[in-house]
T-cell receptor, first 112, second 113 residues
């Protein structure tokens, strides 16, 4: 069965520190993988996507993610956290028909 | 370019009632998907519409139904509301064949009392 697992429901970092949000997937077919961000009381916004081209994917707001097939991972990183990065982040897997399977989410807190 | 818009933004219903949520897709998009996001969880796929027909369905009972109109807008209908239906309902539009890039609206928050 296809699934997405996000490790850590809450991550807290200091402003300027590295952000690392973890995502692992399970799939029997080549995956399309995505990271979405959700700010309070808003819908989801696409940060970046992997669609079998380059394994290192750059997204908006300085985020990037690396697809590692051997580890079945697609972790999200940002070198230096900003206060405005505080939000809920969702890793997602495309399960066909443009259907997305989402992880449970990781809430990122950024403190001064 | 007009984004995805949903209405209403908030509503309160009681158990057993029926609700209709509406979605206007992004200009040029021909596919609409609906997701349910319970508090503290990731969105769960309800169903998708393409060319006015259901094109994939998640693990939701038949009392969740939908429509897509010729202008690609869509409705989500939920009958016989239950307390567990309380959630944020998200509509997303996309182009058929695009590998999963969905454009989401801000959602309709439904509270069932």
């Amino acid at each position: 069965a296809q699934s997405v697992t996000q490790l850590g429901s809450h991550v807290s970092v200091s402003e300027g520190a590295l952000v690392l949000l973890r995502c692992n997937y399970s799939s029997s077919v080549p995956p399309y993988l995505f990271w979405y961000v959700q700010y309070p009381n808003q819908g989801l916004q696409l940060l970046l996507k992997y669609t079998s081209a380059a394994t290192l994917v750059k997204g908006i707001n300085g985020f990037e993610a690396e697809f590692k097939k051997s580890e079945t991972s697609f972790h999200l990183t940002k070198p230096s956290a900003h206060m405005s990065d505080a939000a809920e982040y969702f890793c997602a897997f495309s399960g066909g028909y443009n259907k997305l399977i989402f992880g449970a989410g990781t809430r990122l807190a950024v403190h001064p | 370019e007009t984004g995805v818009t949903q209405s209403p933004t908030h509503l309160i219903k009681t158990r057993g009632q029926q609700v209709t949520l509406r979605c206007s897709s992004q200009s040029g998009h021909n596919t609409v998907s609906w997701y349910q996001q319970a508090l503290g969880q990731g969105p769960q796929f309800i169903f998708q519409y393409y060319r006015e027909e259901e094109n994939g369905r998640g693990n939701f009972p038949p009392r969740f139904s939908g429509l897509q109109f010729p202008n690609y807008s869509s409705e989500l209908n939920v009958n016989a509301l239950e307390l567990d239906d309380s959630a944020l309902y998200l509509c997303a539009s996309s182009l058929a064949g695009d590998p999963g890039e969905l454009f989401f609206g801000e959602g309709s928050r439904l509270t069932v009392l």
